[in-house]
């Protein structure tokens, strides 16, 4: 295939973003949909998502530590980066990127974090030996406090923290969106539902992620799943992605019913150099079969193991089809020419510094360093069982 | 509160780092730095422009005014001359090639406007250079020869 | 040439100050230049547009602008009949070489030169996160190459295709305008080589500037007037199917 299809701009030929920024979107999407699934406990007091609570906020600060990883790599200058926050353009989304999410890992997800087990760091401080001491002593602050009214207020701050972090989240994933959505240069990117869109489908991700990882690490463990737990995620999985499914769907038919300037350059794209990842991967692997499954789920009256099954393919497909949502954003929005007459081609590198392998290493590193987490602040107890957010006695 | 301590400790320490590492002429017209405006004027330039040729070479300027090239600036064919404008004696201007460079304009092709004047050179001097009949600086045809 | 050795020797130093004059130049240190008494835009005559291409490459030697990446270009359109939302258009090595003949018969058939369009509401500028691009008090939008992160979201913003990313220096890149010119009274790179006078600066604020009676005598156009970028630079004779 020639790298363009019929007319482009001189200066449209080449891809400006690439794989690292679909992978930053997808992300923070994580982030955010883990917070927010945290938070169904927290505030909304859904009982049954508790043995979720500590790991869904371990999962987002793993993710949130490598999301600005992509961003560097991707920068022509690195090194001039905190110009962002020594001369901000307030009229830009992008310079609100610093604060924003200085603002999340700080305020919110840190501060959350330290304050619901900060009884466990004290009381680690004091059994644990060598190095492991040290650190421990360091997360205490130098406080040792941990008598009932101090706990209490950890409690109170804690729910004021996870308030005030819910809409964070929002802002952290949906300025992304805003980011896109706001370029009038772009009739792919601009609508006004892309923040929308964006958080929707962020919170899909990171349900069906936590999910996902809960399952797969009682399994490792050889630990018992809560089935109550399980079966409530994946409810509100269900959920979440009616909604976000409907969006998607109103962007769709919106375009195709107005058919504006850009709509059969746009249809036409989509019919051919995106056709198998938004129709065949992102719609009907990462979507509809997915809903279909869970709808199965919510209907039927499966038994545990075939509950399961269909959960763990119906998470997995979803994390698939999420990324290649944003995927098809980013890259779909960069294959056509601004003049509606050409298309150009991607070329994604392997071992370069924005290639394939550096996607790939970005996306397993919070893995890892999830896997240090859970070492250093177990969500569960030594029998096994996942640690409960600690209420007051 | 410590985490009340440690937030207020790192915003003033962001707000002094913030006093040192701002450019000194960030904000002068607008929000970027003042400077850039110098220095992107200062860049030297390529070409010398019409007026700087024609203080020197008035009487290529007196024959041109009379043809049809007269608002045809000399750097349009004879390249980039600054150098030359700075250094006249060592910097000498490179030979034209007439052929290729005629063509470019006169060229015919569909899209050009039709009252410019355009040819298929094959067919209209059967390969003869264009400089055999037309003199350059004054383009029109003067009893079939140039000097 | 004719010129005797007497006049060479008169000559030669005259011009050479005339010269240091000019290239002494700068907004600041130039007594004569100043930001606010001038508004920059430019008059792009369709109906005058050859293809010749030595804008393009004029552009280049000024400017030092990379193989493959374009400060400025032609396009060349080709319509068939009516159809307006259908048009062919090339823009080999971005006209950098002129354009082959071709074998095209019939139909419509003209050139568009495209720059940089120095527009007052300028996209490109409100998106930059740290202030690197910008519009100046004279009307030229820039870029501060030593501020630039190259996050590339201005190349995204710009409606008209006009930015590129420099290769080498990594920082985002356009029609400068030649301000370094314009602000020595030469005129752009660009409107110096043009040979029929298709392109010409244009200081709106210098009430002898001739476009003023030109804006009013013709017909006018801007590229995507429905992006209400309040771009400066201005058609004259530029069909709608224009992209």
């Known amino acids: 295939m020639p790298l363009v299809d019929g007319f482009m701009y001189p200066n449209e030929v080449e891809l400006q973003w690439s794989v690292l920024i679909v992978l930053y979107p997808y992300l923070t999407g994580l982030v955010a949909g883990a917070f927010i699934l945290a938070s169904l406990e927290r505030v909304f007091r859904v009982e049954a998502v508790k043995p979720t609570y500590r790991l869904a906020l371990l999962t987002a600060l793993a993710f949130l530590l490598v999301a600005p990883l992509p961003l560097q790599l991707h920068l022509g200058h690195p090194e001039r980066s905190p110009e962002m926050y020594l001369t901000p353009h307030r009229s830009s989304a992008m310079a609100m990127f610093g604060f924003v999410y200085l603002w999340y890992l700080m305020a919110v997800l840190v501060v959350e974090i330290w304050l619901d087990y900060r009884r466990d760091i004290v009381l680690m401080s004091q059994s644990s030996h060598g190095w492991k001491r040290l650190i421990y002593r360091v997360l205490t602050l130098g406080s040792d406090n941990i008598s009932e009214r101090a706990l209490q207020i950890d409690e109170r701050v804690g729910w004021l923290v996870t308030v005030i972090g819910i809409p964070s989240a929002f802002l952290l994933h949906g300025y992304v969106g805003f980011i896109f959505g706001s370029v009038k240069a772009n009739p792919w990117w601009s609508t006004p539902l892309m923040p929308v869109v964006f958080l929707f489908s962020a919170m899909v991700s990171g349900i069906a992620a936590v999910m996902c990882l809960y399952m797969f690490l009682n399994w490792l463990r050889r630990v018992p799943i809560d089935m109550r737990c399980v079966d409530t995620v994946a409810r509100y999985l269900f959920y979440t992605f009616i909604i976000d499914f409907s969006l998607e769907m109103l962007d769709l038919i919106h375009r195709i019913y107005e058919a504006d300037e850009s709509f059969r350059s746009l249809d036409f794209m989509v019919h051919t150099r995106l056709f198998t990842s938004q129709v065949l991967i992102q719609i009907l692997a990462g979507t509809v079969l997915p809903i279909a499954l869970l709808a199965l789920t919510q209907v039927l009256k499966l038994p545990e193991a075939a509950r399961k099954s269909i959960y763990s393919v119906a998470g997995l497909l979803t994390l698939i089809g999420i990324f290649a949502m944003r995927w098809n954003v980013v890259i779909g929005g960069q294959l056509f020419s601004k003049s509606f007459l050409g298309y150009t081609t991607y070329k994604m590198g392997f071992v370069t510094r924005e290639g394939l392998l550096m996607a790939i290493f970005l996306s397993i590193l919070p893995l890892l360093i999830l896997g240090v987490l859970v070492k250093l602040l177990p969500p569960w107890s030594e029998k096994g069982a996942m640690l409960e957010p600690q209420p007051p006695a | 509160m410590r985490l009340a301590a440690v937030f207020l400790v790192g915003t003033l320490l962001f707000l002094l780092a913030r006093g040192f590492l701002v450019p000194r002429s960030f904000g002068q017209y607008g929000h970027y730095r003042g400077n850039a405006i110098a220095e992107i004027a200062a860049r030297p330039v390529a070409f010398a422009g019409h007026q700087t040729c024609e203080t020197c070479h008035s009487d290529v300027l007196e024959l041109k005014q009379k043809g049809r090239h007269a608002r045809v600036n000399c750097e349009a064919c004879h390249g980039a001359l600054a150098k030359h404008a700075e250094d006249p004696v060592s910097v000498k201007p490179a030979k034209l090639q007439a052929a290729v460079l005629c063509a470019r304009c006169h060229e015919a092709n569909i899209a050009k406007p039709k009252q410019f004047p355009q040819v298929v050179p094959a067919e209209h001097s059967g390969g003869a250079a264009c400089d055999m009949c037309h003199r350059p600086h004054s383009p029109a045809l003067d009893s079939g020869k140039r000097k | ?243």
């Not at chain 3, 290239?23 to 369709?46: C, F, I, Q, R």
């Not at chain 3, 552009?59 to 939302?85: I, K, S």
Request: net charge positive; with cysteine.
């Open chain 3, 1 to 243: 040439m004719n010129i005797t050795r007497r006049r060479l020797l008169v000559l030669l130093p005259a011009a050479a100050i005339a010269w240091k004059h000019i290239l002494a130049g700068t907004p600041e240190a130039s007594p004569n230049y100043k930001l606010t008494e001038h508004w920059w835009g430019m008059l792009v005559d369709v109906t005058k547009c050859i293809g010749c291409g030595n804008c393009v490459r004029a552009c280049q030697t000024e400017n030092d602008v990379p193989d493959g990446y374009y400060r400025t270009w032609v396009e060349r359109y080709h319509l068939e009949g009516w159809a307006f939302q259908n048009p062919k258009v090339d823009s080999p090595d971005g006209g950098k070489n002129g354009f082959p003949p071709g074998n095209q018969s019939g139909g419509k058939n003209f050139f568009v030169p495209k720059l940089c369009n120095h527009c007052v509401e300028s996209p490109c500028t409100q998106v930059c996160p740290v202030g690197a691009t910008f519009v100046t008090p004279d009307g030229v939008v820039l870029i501060d190459q030593k501020y630039c992160l190259g996050c590339r979201y201005c190349v995204q913003a710009c409606p008209y295709g006009c930015r590129f990313i420099h290769p080498q220096k990594e920082t985002a890149e356009k029609c400068t305008l030649c301000y370094h010119r314009i602000t020595k009274g030469l005129t752009t790179a660009c409107c110096e080589s043009c040979p029929t006078g298709a392109r010409q600066l244009a200081d709106l604020k210098d009430p002898k500037d001739p476009i003023h009676e030109f804006l009013r005598t013709h017909s006018i156009q801007v590229l995507k007037p429905y992006m209400a970028t309040n771009s400066k630079v201005f058609y004259n004779g530029l069909d709608g199917s224009v992209r």
